[in-house]
Every structure is written in structure tokens, then in C-alpha cells.
């Protein structure tokens, strides 16, 4: 029986698992390893090797078969490597059941997963979507040997099998920890449903960035509108969404918002946990879908984006593409193949500022298009709707008349039913 010591043990050195089940889904093993690759160094846990097997069906007991499984805990403590990886999910029968055959940490990308977006949650609603995550994973595994990656790796008391009525306790803790943070949850969600809706009513229409993790949302959000938010080369670095304005060059007005970036195999209770912060995309005007062309896997991060924004009911809505790092892409086939097969697309580079005014000037295009040039007269007690025109930047002229405002300019939709009594258009 492993025994594990009051001593926290650091992890350092970790064996990468990827499977393929014969029949199952066409992802690249090894591309999917690269990735979780960049997903445990974001940790900080030294990736030793990595290992792709290929099985016919999974297995109840280790998820790969028996033989396979002692073989690699046998090469795994050969090489003096402290946790395995798996990028698969396990059940917490079959995690116990490989820690308790290895005496090793061993987890899974959900876990990886949740230890990020643990470290990158700044707002009170992000905290307590993670807190909540966090809970519903680790209730069903509190007989586990090691407890989560931020204990393990900073300290703090582990589960040692104290008997029934300390799990029953255990267990109760976590349910009434569940419930207080849904209940929290639902309160803060309230009050950024309020905002939310504020928001709706202002006149200024506004686009969601969304796409793949680490593929410059959250530079493209600065560059456009000279925010300073954070944005490093690592994944999950946003997890809060940030909503800065930008003046277009017609002297329309456009609300941008940086969005989460999704990954693949996202666990499904993190979407849910992630939902209220994903609903910026639900409520956007329209969506602006960022790629990293330089990735092999670009096509394949497209599709894990839309079938994302399919679940949250926001696959329906408008979305202008934009394929970043054109600097970086190396295969000029490549480039010209989804220039041909995207021609609506724009193609930039947001570190050498290629391609920004293109896609500026398409942003204005997309938002006159939607807005409508018209001819007004306003009574002078209206300016209350002359100044929300001219908050959302709709205004071209303006000029004071014997009988009132003169007025013509692009409206927008949110504005033409408040406007529409005073236009001249057609008179």
C-alpha cells in the first residue's frame, strides 16, 4: 500500500500519456500531446517524455490494458519520473487505481486544466466558477492518495484514508462548499446580468474575440483599441472577459470583448462553469474568429472554436475571420490554400502590425452595413436622442435649425426604432 507522507513533494518530472482508441475520433495523438505539453510546462511541471499508445477499447481498471499499464509504471520509475500524465480524462476509480500501483501522482489534462485557470482567475465571478469546477471534480476523489496539483506542488495536508466517517465528513464538507459557491455564483451572475443588459441598451454595438487559446486575442484587442491588458505567449492567460471601445475611421463606435480561449478536450463542466464568462459571444453583435495560421493544427482549432460557440447557441451569428501570425507561417502553400478557401477572411500579423488597417476598415464596413444613412430633425427638448447618436459616433453633420436639430448620419439598429419618428428621409 503507498503511503504518503506529510512532506509535500514537488513535481518536477512528468511522463505524458496520449491514447487512441481504434475507432474513435481522428485527432493526431501527438499533436495533442504537443499541446499538453504546453499545458504542463504552463504549471510548471517538467514534460521528461512523452509516450502515444494505441489501444482497441478502453479498460475499466487503468483505461489501457493491464499488461500496458505496469509497463509503463515500470519505465516511469526507471527514470525517476514523479507524475504521470495522461491527456485522456480518468475516472477517479482508475486514477486511485494507477497511484495506487505506482505510488505516483498521476492525473489527467482536466486536472492540468483546472490548475490553470485556478492561477490565471482574477474576478470574483472567475474565482468562484474555478472554486466550483475544482469542487465537483475532487468530490468524487478525496480517497485519492495525492490531492490537486496546487497542494501537491505548494504544501498544505493530504488525504490519508481515515476511515469512513472522515470521508463521509470530507464529503459533506465539499457538498455544503459546492452549494455555497453556486449560491454565490447565481448572486454574481445576477449582477452581471444587470450589467449585461445596461450595456445592451447603450447605443454602441459591440463584437466578441473568440478562438483557440494563445493565438492573440488579447493583442488583437490592444492593438485595435490601445488597451494594455496582459498578453503573453501561454495558454489561458485571459480568463476574464475585458471590453475596451474602439472609434472605427467612419466615427462609428464598436465595443470589443476578449473572450477565454478554448482548447481541445475541454472538460464539459468547465464550459458550464466558464458559461456566464463565454456569454459575451451569446450577446455580441457579431464575432470576430482569430487563428493561429502558423499552427498545424489551425483547421482543427477552428472546428473545437465553433463547436463551442455552437453549445453556448452563438454559431448562428455573424463572424468575420481573421487568421493571425501570418509572420510566423512557414508553409506559403498553406497560406495561399486557406486564403483560397476562407476569401472573406483577414489575413494579419499583429506583432509586425500587417493587415490592421485592412481589418479595421472592414470592422467599420461591418458595422455600416449594418446601420442605416439617414436625415433627421429633432425638437430641441430631444437631445437626450442627440446625444445617445453621438455617443455611438452615428452623427456626420449636425446643425441648428429654426424648427429644430438637423442631423444625418449612419444609424445603428439599436437606435432606428428610437429615431425613426423624426426622420426626414422620404418626406
Given at each position: 500500500?503507498?503511503?504518503?507522507?506529510?512532506k509535500?513533494?514537488?513535481?518536477?518530472?512528468?511522463?505524458?500519456i496520449?491514447?487512441?482508441?481504434?475507432?474513435?475520433?481522428?485527432?493526431?495523438?501527438?499533436?495533442?500531446?504537443?499541446?499538453?505539453?504546453?499545458?504542463?510546462?504552463?504549471?510548471?511541471?517538467g514534460?521528461?517524455?512523452?509516450?502515444?499508445?494505441?489501444?482497441?477499447?478502453?479498460?475499466?481498471?487503468?483505461?489501457?490494458?493491464?499488461?500496458?499499464?505496469?509497463?509503463?509504471?515500470?519505465?516511469?520509475?526507471?527514470?525517476?519520473?514523479?507524475?504521470?500524465?495522461?491527456?485522456?480524462?480518468?475516472?477517479?476509480?482508475?486514477?486511485r487505481?494507477?497511484?495506487?500501483?505506482?505510488?505516483l501522482?498521476?492525473?489527467?489534462?482536466?486536472?492540468?486544466?483546472?490548475?490553470?485557470?485556478?492561477?490565471?482567475?482574477?474576478?470574483?465571478?472567475?474565482?468562484?466558477?474555478?472554486?466550483?469546477?475544482?469542487?465537483?471534480?475532487?468530490?468524487p476523489?478525496?480517497?485519492?492518495?495525492?490531492?490537486?496539483?496546487?497542494?501537491?506542488?505548494?504544501?498544505g495536508?493530504?488525504?490519508?484514508?481515515?476511515?469512513?466517517?472522515?470521508?463521509?465528513?470530507?464529503q459533506?464538507?465539499?457538498?455544503?462548499?459546492?452549494?455555497?459557491?453556486?449560491?454565490?455564483?447565481?448572486?454574481?451572475?445576477?449582477?452581471?446580468?444587470?450589467?449585461?443588459?445596461?450595456?445592451?441598451?447603450?447605443?454602441?454595438?459591440?463584437?466578441?474575440i473568440?478562438?483557440?487559446?494563445?493565438?492573440?486575442?488579447?493583442?488583437?484587442?490592444?492593438?485595435?483599441?490601445g488597451?494594455?491588458?496582459?498578453?503573453?505567449?501561454k495558454?489561458?492567460?485571459?480568463?476574464?472577459p475585458?471590453?475596451?471601445?474602439?472609434?472605427?475611421?467612419?466615427?462609428?463606435?464598436?465595443?470589443?470583448?476578449?473572450?477565454?480561449?478554448?482548447?481541445?478536450?475541454?472538460?464539459?463542466?468547465?464550459?458550464?462553469?466558464?458559461?456566464?464568462?463565454?456569454?459575451?459571444?451569446?450577446?455580441?453583435?457579431?464575432?470576430?474568429?482569430?487563428?493561429?495560421?502558423?499552427?498545424?493544427?489551425?483547421?482543427?482549432?477552428?472546428?473545437?472554436?465553433?463547436?463551442?460557440?455552437?453549445?453556448?447557441?452563438?454559431?448562428?451569428?455573424?463572424?468575420?475571420?481573421?487568421?493571425?501570425?501570418?509572420?510566423?507561417?512557414?508553409d506559403?502553400?498553406?497560406?495561399?490554400?486557406?486564403?483560397?478557401?476562407?476569401?472573406?477572411?483577414?489575413?494579419?500579423?499583429?506583432?509586425?502590425?500587417?493587415?490592421?488597417?485592412?481589418?479595421?476598415?472592414?470592422?467599420?464596413?461591418?458595422?455600416?452595413?449594418?446601420?442605416?444613412?439617414?436625415?433627421?430633425?429633432?425638437?430641441f427638448?430631444?437631445?437626450?436622442?442627440?446625444?445617445?447618436?453621438?455617443?455611438?459616433?452615428?452623427?456626420?453633420?449636425?446643425?441648428?435649425?429654426?424648427?429644430?436639430?438637423?442631423?444625418?448620419g449612419?444609424?445603428?439598429?439599436?437606435?432606428?426604432?428610437?429615431?425613426?419618428?423624426?426622420?426626414?428621409?422620404?418626406?
Amino acid at each position: 500500500m503507498f503511503e504518503v507522507s506529510d512532506k509535500p513533494k514537488m513535481v518536477e518530472r512528468a511522463l505524458l500519456i496520449g491514447v487512441h482508441v481504434i475507432g474513435q475520433g481522428a485527432d493526431n495523438v501527438d499533436n495533442l500531446l504537443v499541446e499538453l505539453t504546453d499545458l504542463v510546462n504552463t504549471v510548471e511541471i517538467g514534460v521528461m517524455e512523452t509516450m502515444a499508445i494505441t489501444i482497441r477499447k478502453p479498460h475499466s481498471h487503468f483505461y489501457i490494458g493491464k499488461g500496458k499499464a505496469y509497463d509503463i509504471i515500470e519505465h516511469a520509475k526507471a527514470q525517476g519520473y514523479d507524475c504521470i500524465v495522461f491527456d485522456d480524462s480518468l475516472t477517479p476509480a482508475q486514477q486511485r487505481n494507477w497511484e495506487k500501483e505506482s505510488g505516483l501522482c498521476v492525473i489527467d489534462r482536466q486536472e492540468v486544466i483546472l490548475d490553470i485557470f485556478a492561477s490565471r482567475a482574477q474576478t470574483k465571478e472567475a474565482v468562484l466558477q474555478v472554486g466550483l469546477a475544482r469542487m465537483v471534480y475532487s468530490l468524487p476523489r478525496l480517497t485519492r492518495a495525492w490531492t490537486h496539483l496546487s497542494r501537491q506542488r505548494g504544501g498544505g495536508t493530504k488525504m490519508r484514508g481515515q476511515g469512513e466517517t472522515q470521508l463521509e465528513a470530507d464529503q459533506r464538507i465539499v457538498r455544503d462548499r459546492i452549494a455555497s459557491l453556486k449560491r454565490r455564483l447565481k448572486i454574481v451572475r445576477a449582477q452581471r446580468g444587470t450589467q449585461r443588459k445596461r450595456r445592451m441598451k447603450k447605443p454602441v454595438p459591440s463584437a466578441a474575440i473568440v478562438g483557440y487559446t494563445n493565438v492573440g486575442k488579447s493583442s488583437l484587442l490592444n492593438i485595435i483599441t490601445g488597451a494594455d491588458i496582459l498578453a503573453e505567449d501561454k495558454l489561458f492567460v485571459t480568463l476574464d472577459p475585458t471590453t475596451r471601445q474602439v472609434i472605427l475611421p467612419s466615427g462609428l463606435k464598436l465595443l470589443l470583448t476578449d473572450t477565454v480561449g478554448f482548447v481541445r478536450k475541454l472538460p464539459h463542466n468547465l464550459v458550464e462553469a466558464f458559461k456566464a464568462t463565454l456569454e459575451e459571444a451569446v450577446v455580441a453583435d457579431f464575432l470576430i474568429h482569430v487563428l493561429d495560421i502558423s499552427s498545424p493544427e489551425v483547421e482543427k482549432h477552428g472546428e473545437t472554436t465553433l463547436e463551442v460557440l455552437k453549445e453556448l447557441g452563438a454559431d448562428e451569428k455573424r463572424i468575420l475571420t481573421v487568421f493571425n501570425k501570418i509572420d510566423a507561417c512557414q508553409d506559403a502553400f498553406a497560406l495561399q490554400r486557406l486564403q483560397a478557401q476562407f476569401p472573406d477572411a483577414e489575413f494579419i500579423s499583429i506583432l509586425n502590425n500587417d493587415g490592421i488597417e485592412q481589418l479595421v476598415r472592414r470592422l467599420d464596413d461591418l458595422l455600416e452595413t449594418d446601420s442605416t444613412f439617414g436625415e433627421y430633425l429633432f425638437p430641441f427638448d430631444r437631445y437626450d436622442l442627440i446625444s445617445q447618436l453621438h455617443q455611438a459616433g452615428c452623427v456626420k453633420e449636425e446643425e441648428a435649425r429654426e424648427e429644430g436639430v438637423y442631423i444625418n448620419g449612419f444609424i445603428t439598429p439599436a437606435l432606428r426604432p428610437k429615431v425613426d419618428a423624426y426622420q426626414l428621409n422620404g418626406r
